[in-house]
C-alpha cells in the first residue's frame, strides 16, 4: 500500500519529500521556525510516551458502513465534540469548523448568513455534507449546502474527512466529507439559551427534550437577527428541528425534520458594490432504522431536502433581475455490515433523485443510483489493517456506471505511534448553477462535465495522554476541474472544464495538555502548492483562489473550576486573496444549572474578505447566558 501511494506523488512529479522540500524552500521564514518549534515540543514527550500507558477518550468516527474509533480509521479525520464546541468561540457550525486546519471556511455574512466550504483548497461544490449520514448537499449550488435545517446547540459531534470520501458516500465528496452527529439529551431538559451583541445581534435557543420508556423527543427553535454591521449587511434567520428516537431490544429508529428560514442583505455576495438580496427556506425530513443481529449490522435510511431561493440583485428596485430557484432532492440508502473472522465487509446501495425548478436555470431533473462494498483486513493482532473498497455510480441516461475505488492502510508501529496512507478516486457533478445559469456578468455552461480527482495521503499519528501530534503530505490530482472563468474584463464570467490542477501540501497538528490552568494548547499549519498542469490564458473566480498558507491555535485557560477561557489565532494567506489574520476570545463562567459568557471576536479590527466581494465584520462584542432545568 506504502509503494501505491508514492507512486500517485511520482505521477505528479512530487514525492513526499519534495513537497516538504518546496514548503521549506518557500520564502515564509516563520512557518520553517513555527514547524520546528512543534517538533521540537513533541519529541520529547514522543521518547518519554515508548513506556507510558494511554488512556484516551473513546471518539467514535461515525459512517454509513464501517464504523471506527477516531484511533484507528487509516484517513485525515478531525472530531468536534459537544464538550470542545461549548467552549469555542462562535455560534455555529462555521465558526467551529473555522479553527479545524485544512479547513477553509468563507463566508459572506456572520453567524452563517452563507458559508462556502474548501477542504484542502477545494472548491464549494466539492465536498459532501451530511447530517447523521444523510446527505445534504443541494443541487442548484453548493452556497446552499451550508443552509443547515438543524439547530446548533442539537449537534453532539462534526466528523471531518480531508481527504476523498468518495469510496464511502458516492459523488460530491471528491476532496472530503462533514458529517453532523445530533442526539437527544440523555436527561428530561427545559433549556434556553440567549445572546446579544453589537449591530442590534440577537440570538435566542429553546428547546425541550423528554424520554419516556423507549422513546425521546427533542424539540427546539431559533431566532437570530442583526441590523447589518454596514449597509445592506442585515439578516433575520429562523430554525425549527425535531429529533424522535425508538429504541427496542435490537433496533432503532432515528427520525429527523428541520426548517429553516433566512433573509439577508447580500451586499457584494456575487457582483462588486451590489445591493443584492435573497431569502432562502430549506426543509429536511429523514428516517434512519438500524438493526443489530450480533455480527450482522443493517441500516436502512431514507430523506428528502426541500430548498427554496429567491435572489434578488437589487433590493431597491427587485423587478430589475430576480431569480426563484425550488428543489427537491429525496434518497434511499441500504447498509449492511458483517463481521467474520476475515475481517468486516460493508456493501450497499444508495438512489438520489434531483429536481429543479428555476426562473433562470429552467427545469431539470437527474437520477443517481450507487452501489459500494468494502472490506477491513486486520492481521498481526489488529497492528496492520487494509480497507479497499469500491464504489459505482451510474447517471440518468448512462449505461456505463463509473467506478470510485479506493484502499487505506494503516500500520500501529507502537502502542502510540500510527503510519497510515489512503488513496481514493473521487467525483463531482456539476451543479445545476455550473450548467445553465444566466447572469448579468456570469453565464453557465450546458456542455461541462464531471470533475475527477486521484487524492493520496501518507502520514503519522502520534498519541499520549498529555496530547497527540501529526503531520500528513497530501495530493489531489484533479482533471476537468469545474471554475467560472474569463480572459479580461470585457467578458462575462463562464463555467469551464479546466485542464490537469494538481494539489499538494502538508499538514501538521499538535495538541498538548500542559496543566490545572492551561489546559490545553492546540495548533495546526497547512501548507498548499496548486500546479496548473494545462496553462490557459484565464482568470479564475473560484477554484484556483485557495488556501497557501493557514495556521491556528487555540488556548484553553481554567481561571478557576467555574471561569474556562478560550482563546483562538487564525492566520491565512489565499492566492487571490489578501492575508489576515483573526483572534477571537470567549470567556464563560458556569454555574450547576446555567452560565454566562463574553464574547469578543475579531478583537484586532482586522479589516479582510473571505469570499466574494464581502468585507466582513470589524471587532464584534456579544455577551450571553444560559439556562438548563432538568425535569422528571
Known amino acids: 500500500m506504502i509503494n501505491i501511494t508514492i507512486r500517485v506523488f511520482s505521477i505528479n512529479s512530487y514525492t513526499f519529500a519534495a513537497v516538504l522540500k518546496k514548503f521549506l524552500t518557500h520564502k515564509v521564514k516563520r512557518y520553517k521556525y513555527f514547524l520546528i518549534a512543534v517538533l521540537l515540543a513533541v519529541f520529547p514527550n514522543f521518547i518519554q510516551a515508548q513506556t507510558d500507558s494511554i488512556q484516551l477518550e473513546d471518539i467514535v468516527v461515525t459512517g454509513n458502513r464501517i464504523v471506527m474509533p477516531l484511533r484507528t480509521i487509516n484517513l485525515s479525520t478531525s472530531v468536534i465534540t459537544r464538550k470542545e464546541i461549548n467552549k469555542l468561540p462562535g455560534s455555529v457550525p462555521a465558526d467551529w469548523l473555522s479553527n479545524v486546519s485544512g479547513i477553509d471556511i468563507r463566508q459572506r455574512g456572520p453567524v452563517g448568513v452563507q458559508t462556502d466550504l474548501s477542504i484542502r483548497g477545494s472548491s464549494f461544490d466539492q465536498s459532501l455534507l451530511l447530517l447523521n449520514g444523510l446527505k445534504l448537499n443541494d443541487p442548484q449550488t453548493g452556497h446552499h449546502n451550508f443552509n443547515l435545517p438543524l439547530m446548533p446547540d442539537a449537534i453532539e459531534q462534526i466528523d471531518v474527512i480531508k481527504t476523498s470520501a468518495s469510496r464511502l458516500y458516492g459523488i460530491n465528496a471528491l476532496a472530503g466529507a462533514i458529517n453532523f452527529t445530533t442526539k437527544v439529551p440523555a436527561q428530561n431538559q427545559l433549556y434556553i439559551n440567549t445572546y446579544g451583541g453589537n449591530y442590534g445581534l440577537v440570538s435566542v435557543q429553546t428547546g425541550v427534550a423528554y424520554s419516556y420508556k ?195 492502510f494503516g500500520w500501529v508501529l507502537m502502542d502510540n505511534l500510527k503510519l497510515y496512507s489512503s488513496i481514493s478516486k473521487g467525483m463531482r457533478l456539476p451543479t445545476y448553477t455550473d450548467l445553465y445559469y444566466k447572469g448579468t456578468n456570469t453565464t453557465g455552461n450546458a456542455q461541462l462535465v464531471a470533475e475527477a480527482a486521484v487524492s493520496s495521503e501518507v502520514g503519522v499519528k502520534y498519541f499520549h495522554k498529555n496530547g497527540s501530534f501529526s503531520i500528513t503530505g497530501f495530493s489531489r490530482n484533479s482533471t476537468n476541474l469545474i471554475d467560472w472563468v474569463r480572459k479580461d474584463t470585457s467578458e462575462k464570467w463562464q463555467a469551464h472544464n479546466l485542464g490537469h490542477v494538481v494539489f499538494n501540501g502538508i499538514e501538521s497538528n499538535v495538541s498538548l495538555k500542559l496543566n490545572k490552568f492551561i489546559s490545553s494548547i492546540q495548533l495546526g499549519y497547512t501548507f498548499i502548492d496548486v500546479g496548473l498542469k494545462q496553462v490557459e490564458n484565464y482568470q479564475s473566480n473560484y477554484a484556483l483562489s485557495n488556501l497557501r498558507h493557514q495556521l491556528t491555535a487555540m488556548v484553553l485557560v481554567n481561571w478557576n473550576k467555574n471561569i474556562v477561557h478560550t482563546i483562538t489565532y487564525k492566520h491565512i494567506e489565499r492566492e487571490l486573496l489578501p492575508n489576515y489574520s483573526l483572534v477571537d476570545s470567549k470567556i464563560m463562567y458556569l454555574f450547576k444549572y446555567a452560565g454566562v459568557f463574553a464574547e469578543v471576536s475579531n478583537i484586532f479590527n482586522t479589516s479582510y474578505i473571505e469570499a466574494g466581494f464581502v468585507e466582513m465584520p470589524g471587532r464584534w462584542v456579544k455577551i450571553g447566558a444560559n439556562l438548563k432545568l432538568n425535569f422528571k
Request: no cysteine.
Open 214 to 408: 423507549k422513546s425521546a423527543t427533542h424539540v427546539a427553535y431559533h431566532h437570530s437577527q442583526s441590523s447589518g454591521y454596514k449597509a445592506n449587511t442585515d439578516f433575520s434567520m429562523q430554525t425549527v428541528f425535531l429529533q424522535q428516537t425508538f429504541t427496542l431490544t435490537n433496533q432503532s429508529i432515528n427520525i429527523i425534520g428541520g426548517y429553516s428560514d433566512r433573509d439577508f442583505g447580500a451586499h457584494g455576495f456575487y457582483v462588486k458594490n451590489s445591493n443584492e438580496f435573497e431569502s432562502i427556506q430549506t426543509a429536511f425530513a429523514g428516517i434512519i432504522h438500524k438493526v443489530n443481529a450480533g455480527k450482522l449490522q443493517w441500516k436502512n435510511q431514507a430523506y428528502f431536502r426541500y430548498n427554496q431561493d429567491h435572489y434578488v440583485f437589487d433590493r431597491m428596485r427587485p423587478t430589475f433581475f430576480q431569480n426563484r430557484h425550488f428543489t427537491h432532492v429525496g434518497g434511499i440508502e441500504s447498509h449492511l455490515t458483517y463481521k467474520s473472522n476475515l475481517g468486516e465487509t460493508g456493501v450497499g446501495f444508495d438512489f438520489r433523485s434531483e429536481d429543479l425548478r428555476s426562473s433562470n436555470l429552467g427545469a431539470h431533473n437527474r437520477n443517481i443510483l450507487g452501489l459500494f462494498l468494502e472490506h477491513k483486513f486486520q492481521f498481526f493482532n489488529e497492528k496492520l489493517t487494509l480497507t479497499p473498497g469500491v464504489y459505482s455510480n451510474t447517471l440518468t441516461n448512462s449505461t456505463h456506471p463509473t467506478f470510485f475505488p479506493g484502499i487505506d
